[in-house]
């Protein structure tokens, strides 16, 4: 298919649009990190009570004033019950096929029941009886940060914040249904760049977004077309560049009509079969990376992941056959 035929194909003023444009959420919006993002810290305890973990706030180069000056003096070394803290998925942990460690963030929900006990005049929002009791003391002080702390117009409670649009609430309602047996979650910024969440109650952020897909026949199938080269350059041109490249991708990666995947259909599956192969070369290419260096970082990992795509007779089936779907849809 030609450059030409391409930007046909992916005109944004035509009314063509893949059906899974209308199943890709946005993830939470996990805000100030600052406040909900934490690391594990040593503990000066002989024996720490049991379903705990200490904590300390986690540093980001991306926290923005005022909350990245405030010293959250009273976060340090904290002791927070194992129940309130949750894996999250940026799209930092996300490489082509494959998940870096993720995040954790301590919220004001359970793993265990998945809800947010909502309180109108409660602090931030939340009744403090439905959290446990470090972490009810944490929330009250989070919350009094919050309101201090947040923009003069700023009108939301803490917990309206963090579930802007019920974009938290909507990934507990999946993983409580359970309908839908994976999730795939995909970067909003840079190249497309997808991956299968192995951990069914991790949370996504705010960075990312993430697909529900019926089977994981159908992850695969995503995975291959969203992390092809071939998609890559038919997008790249409509989407507005920022300091970390493309940005924006959830936006534009569905104005092609991708079809959804149907197993009766020979090349959605020759497709899948692909995607499992190029995600097992992705995940042998990260444990190796792991193994032979101290830290690896998203931007290590995603270029040494592409690289061997890029040489693999894997990566380089997934864009012949990639490019077959283009074809086919664009005639």
Request: with cysteine; glycine share 6%; hydrophobic share 35%.
């Amino acid at each position: 298919m030609s450059r030409g035929e391409l930007r046909r194909l992916f005109d944004t003023s035509r009314e063509m649009a893949s059906p899974y444009g209308s199943l890709a959420r946005q993830g939470a919006t996990l805000v100030p990190r600052r406040l909900l993002f934490v690391e594990e810290a040593q503990s000066s305890a002989t024996i720490r009570a049991p379903g705990t973990q200490v904590t300390q706030p986690r540093r980001g180069n991306l926290d923005k004033p005022p909350w990245k000056r405030l010293p959250l003096n009273g976060f340090q070394r904290m002791t927070v019950e194992d129940d309130h803290v949750f894996d999250v998925h940026l799209g930092a942990t996300l490489v082509p096929y494959a998940t870096l460690k993720p995040r954790r963030a301590v919220l004001p929900s359970r793993r265990s029941t998945l809800q947010m006990a909502r309180l109108e005049n409660g602090p931030g929002g939340i009744d403090p009886f439905s959290l446990d009791e470090r972490v009810r003391d944490r929330w009250r002080e989070m919350a009094r940060i919050w309101d201090e702390n947040k923009r003069p117009n700023e009108g939301k409670s803490l917990s309206e914040q963090i579930d802007y649009y019920g974009k938290l609430t909507a990934q507990f309602e999946w993983m409580m249904s359970r309908g839908m047996q994976v999730r795939i979650a995909c970067a909003t910024s840079g190249r497309p760049t997808a991956a299968i969440l192995p951990d069914w109650h991790a949370v996504v952020d705010t960075s990312a977004y993430w697909i529900p897909c019926d089977f994981h026949d159908e992850a695969a199938y995503l995975l291959a077309v969203i992390n092809s080269v071939a998609l890559y350059s038919a997008v790249k041109d409509l989407m507005p560049s920022g300091q970390f490249g493309p940005r924006h991708v959830h936006k534009h990666l569905w104005r092609l009509p991708i079809p959804k995947f149907d197993s009766t259909i020979r090349l959605h599956t020759e497709i899948s079969e692909a995607g499992l192969q190029a995600a097992a070369v992705a995940n042998r290419t990260l444990s190796e990376l792991n193994r032979s260096q101290q830290k690896v970082t998203v931007t290590i990992a995603r270029r040494e992941i592409r690289n061997m795509l890029t040489e693999s007779q894997e990566g380089q089936r997934v864009e012949s056959l990639i490019d077959r779907l283009l074809d086919s849809i664009g005639n």
